[in-house]
């Protein structure tokens, strides 16, 4: 209660600066969205959708247009507002001795927008999670962006950064500030000790991400957790604004619910007078949390609380673009003026646009048949005990089996429709594979025909029908040391991904998929593995898990010798094999952008349309379902979508999304047929009460899919996997399964 009443105060103070008057009308602010790492507006809609609610003009300049467009042609000038998003393969190549093409391209473009008077600089920067020690170090890092807007001799000098990274590792004190600042500065006409205040608000405010915030919500993810919070927005402003410099947290106006609350500040406000310009410096999170490629690290798994941020979200950016039409005729600006013109504004506009989705409800009546219950499931249970284990446990043979028969009981009265298994079969049939040794995989089949024999004789016990079973594959999991893949994935700004497949390379998707199933399902078909169990259909786990940079394929990925050549030949063109740090150069100079990326994804859906006519051959059903831990909507997953889904037989998307109905009109334009099931984390049940989260997810989804259901039949362990297991009591399982059969 103390809390919201300073924070009352404190917006009381601001309105009553200045009697608050109607705001006199201005032309449309331009806005640019300058995209260093991506292709595509739509995964910044709620974004785009705030900035039009605020009177804004958006333009959006991707990856094809900063290839394709000179400097002049994209005309950052002459907008108003030009935000730089920043990826973090632009950022790992900042400080390369030979830094790349597209790089000094992007470095450029900010360079020259960046010494504008009277325009809005947005810096857009992934989130990164650094200890307190190092925050500095994060912007000594990135300094080629920052130097962009400040003075030479504003900026932490190269040398005084190795000098600071001296000693912080022999765990001596950091030089002071004096050192850092240079006190010349005054001649510029802006105290120093402003510069020194804005250079550490930053790096507080971009080494405490949203992600590690005080969590006082679900997520389809996580559980409400304690976080850090950099600081209390009010305190801080209200700090600032006594010291009179023009430097602000936003929103300025944080009435909101505690949770929400608790995640503020979104962005940080500056007036560089050196410049006469405005800075602004935020979150990629802040941009996309409730877009299609939605955050489940902070995007509230309620709609209500979404909607509140979105709302916060809109007041942060009409309080950014108020300050900005105000002070369009000035080359200087004071805290005054700042508060002044958010003084004017009583509140902000009605949002438009967004999170405003119909829901038809007889959608599912007309689909009978889809899958609406999926579980992800092991069968780790169904191995047989070690010699060891049975001298450690004499009695872990009946255990296990009551265990097994449990699990077997829940498939079947849960009301499942069906399986994603873990089969795995590249890791025992790839020539490659972790577990391929004969009795690994003697090991391997024995477990499966138990399972299937169990799978069976409950269909009769329980007098069900037997749900499909779907053979799932995680990928990567055969790519470590020695077997790294021959082509690698590389990106536009040069940054390898040595345990990352070339996303085209159509020999390790033989050889990690379609050859593996192919062995796999000729042992299903023996009778005394299958048990009369029918395979019907995949699942393709995009994830790649534990790789060293990135799980997942990104948008600047495609330079890898392999499919760059591919594409030259496509192109007609006479090179080949050209050099890596001259591939982006190739693109930059034939002004080849749009046609590379639409390269890229047809090839993405040829080879998507090839494992489709490989599992639909090999398991004779045509369902397939592709997990992603959000909604990606880069070349490859596109196109691979694509090549998947038919009108006939739409692919499943398994995703941690919690918001799909707003993202339909986006598979519509892609054409790509689909069915969307949201995660049900077991960690969510608690009592018997969150049992209507399944209702809530139905409501909003095509289906939701049970994470790791077989944690339901093993023993609950104290580890990290705790988010993976059931939070309710054992002897209410039972409980959760009758209800779930209802649904």
């Known amino acids: ?128 999670r650094v200890p307190d020690q190092l925050r500095t170090q994060l912007l000594a890092a990135w300094a080629p962006v920052f130097k962009s807007f400040l003075l030479q001799d504003q900026w932490l000098l190269p040398g005084i950064a190795k000098l600071q990274s001296f000693l912080y590792q022999q765990g001596l004190p950091y030089p002071s500030t004096e050192l850092r600042i240079n006190s010349a500065l005054a001649k510029y006409g802006q105290p120093h000790d402003s510069y020194n205040t804005f250079l550490d608000l930053v790096s507080t405010f971009l080494a405490k991400p949203l992600e590690t915030r005080p969590l006082g919500y679900h997520t389809t993810l996580n559980l409400p957790a304690p976080g850090v919070q950099p600081f209390n927005v009010d305190d801080k402003n209200r700090e600032l604004f006594k010291a009179g410099t023009p430097l602000f947290l936003l929103p300025l106006q944080t009435e909101a619910s505690q949770a929400m609350h608790a995640l503020l500040p979104y962005g940080v406000y500056w007036f560089n007078q050196s410049r006469g310009n405005h800075v602004f410096i935020t979150n990629s999170s802040v941009l996309t949390f409730a877009g299609i490629s939605e955050n489940f690290h902070i995007c509230p798994m309620h709609k209500g609380l979404r909607y509140e941020m979105v709302l916060l979200l809109e007041r942060m950016v009409f309080e950014l673009t108020t300050i900005a039409q105000q002070s369009a005729k000035h080359a200087f600006i004071t805290t005054n003026d700042v508060l002044h013109t958010v003084a004017r504004v009583k509140q902000t506009p009605t949002p438009a646009t967004i999170l405003h989705s119909t829901w038809d409800a007889a959608m599912l ?72 040794a004969p009795e690994k995989v003697q090991a391997f089949e024995q477990a499966l025909a138990l399972f299937t024999k169990k799978l069976a004789d409950g269909a009769r016990t329980y007098q069900r029908p037997t749900p499909a079973v779907l053979v799932g594959f995680e990928i990567a999991n055969n790519l470590y040391e020695p077997h790294l893949p021959k082509h690698y994935a590389i990106d536009l700004y040069e940054n390898s991904y040595k345990d990352l497949p070339a996303p085209l390379d159509a020999d390790f998707w033989n050889t990690e998929v379609i050859e593996p199933l192919k062995k ?216 959760f399964m009758r209800y779930l059969m209802g649904r």
């Open 365 to 436: 009546e007309r689909s009978p048949s889809i899958h609406k219950k999926t579980a992800w499931m092991e069968i780790v249970i169904f191995d047989q005990p070690s010699a060891q284990d049975r001298i450690n446990n004499p009695n872990i043979d009946q255990e296990r089996a009551a265990r097994q028969d449990k699990l077997i009981e829940y498939c079947y009265t849960s009301g499942l429709d069906s399986l994603w298994i873990s089969f795995n079969p590249h890791i025992y049939y790839s020539p490659i594979g972790r577990l391929k």
């Open 520 to 735: 796999f399902t000729a042992e299903w078909k023996r009778p005394e593995i299958s048990h009369g169990i029918r395979l019907s259909g995949v699942v393709l786990d995009l994830e790649m898990y534990c790789r060293k940079q990135s799980g997942s394929f990104f948008t600047t990925m495609g330079c890898d010798g392999l499919t760059f050549n591919k594409f030259l030949k496509y192109q007609g063109a006479h090179e080949r094999d050209v050099a890596v740090h001259d591939r982006a150069l190739w693109l930059l100079n034939h002004k080849k952008g749009a046609a590379y990326f639409t390269f890229l994804e047809q090839q993405a859906r040829t080879l998507g349309q090839t494992l489709r006519t490989a599992f639909v051959h090999e398991t004779g059903s045509p369902t397939i379902m592709c997990y992603m831990p959000h909604i990606q909507i880069s070349w490859f997953y596109k196109g691979l979508c694509q090549g998947l889904s038919t009108p006939a037989h739409p692919l499943y998307l398994l995703t941690f999304n919690s918001n799909f109905l707003d993202h339909e009109g986006w598979f519509e334009r892609a054409k790509i047929p689909v069915y969307h099931q949201t995660v049900l984390m077991l960690s969510k049940l608690r009592t018997q009460d969150d049992f209507a989260l399944v209702d809530y997810m139905l409501d909003y989804h095509h289906g939701l899919w049970l994470n790791r259901f077989s944690r339901f039949a093993e023993p609950k362990a104290r580890d990290w996997t705790s988010i993976e297991q059931p939070g309710l009591p054992e002897a209410q399982y039972g409980d």
């Open 1 to 128: 209660m103390q809390g919201t009443h300073s924070r009352g105060i404190f917006i009381a103070t601001l309105l009553m600066i200045i009697q608050c008057s109607t705001l006199r009308a201005h032309a449309p602010l331009t806005v640019t969205l300058v995209d260093s790492v991506d292709r595509d507006a739509y995964l910044y809609q709620p974004f785009i959708n705030a900035l039009t609610a605020a009177g804004c003009s958006v333009a959006y300049a991707g990856l094809q247009q900063l290839i394709d467009r000179s400097d002049a042609q994209l005309g950052l000038g002459k907008s108003d507002m030009v935000f730089f998003i920043f990826g973090i393969e632009f950022l790992s190549g900042l400080n390369q001795k030979n830094r790349a093409y597209l790089c000094d391209k992007v470095l450029r473009l900010l360079t020259a927008y960046a010494q504008k008077p009277k325009k809005v600089l947005g810096l857009v920067f992934p989130p990164q």
